[in-house]
């Protein structure tokens, strides 16, 4: 940005400007002024410029993408995980109003893979995972998928294991 600026002395003759801030002055001092304004201008510019932010723009997973990407991960087969927490929640954390997703016959049970709070609650938090969020119920359900395999959801194998090897 182009700026003209003048300076004047007492023992100087009339200033000239020139553009970009460079001044011409019969002053002896005009080489330090001008560098203490060029100095301060430089500076202004420095502290007033923002750029633009590099944000990564990601597309948040559906559950059943970050049931297949964790289970995967976790060398865990991403069908039967995502069966299980279908016919468990039809694949649901939160209800319509925010609160987690009980079960129907059994309101201890927790979220997306059901997870039971009276069996479950202490060790899911001894291990660091939160099940009534999404990312702590899925963790928590492949842990238990891996350690113990599918028997914590054996009331509903019938609607899970239709075409799967449980």
């Known amino acids: ?30 080489p330090a002024i001008v560098e203490y304004i060029s100095t301060r201008i430089a500076n202004f510019h420095e502290a007033t410029t923002v750029d633009e932010p590099k944000i990564k723009k990601e597309i948040p997973l559906s559950i059943s993408e970050h049931i297949d990407v ?14 299980i927490a279908f016919c468990e929640s039809t694949l649901r954390q939160f209800n319509n109003d925010g609160t987690v997703v009980r079960g129907v016959r059994n309101s201890s049970d927790i979220g997306l893979f059901q997870i039971n709070e009276k069996f479950h609650l202490e060790k899911s938090r001894e291990l660091g995972y939160d099940i009534y969020t999404t990312q702590g119920n899925i963790d ?27």
């Not at 395999?149 to 090897?165: A, E, L, M």
């Open 1 to 30: 940005m182009a700026s003209l600026i003048a300076v004047t002395s007492p023992s100087s003759t009339a200033p000239t400007t020139t553009p970009q801030g460079a001044l011409a002055t019969a002053s002896s001092t005009q």
């Open 70 to 83: 964790e289970a995967k991960s976790a060398d865990i087969d991403p069908t039967l995980a995502h069966k």
């Open 140 to 166: 928590y359900a492949l842990y238990l998928l891996k350690k113990e395999g599918s028997r914590h959801w054996s009331s509903s194998k019938p609607c899970w294991s239709k075409d799967t090897q449980a």
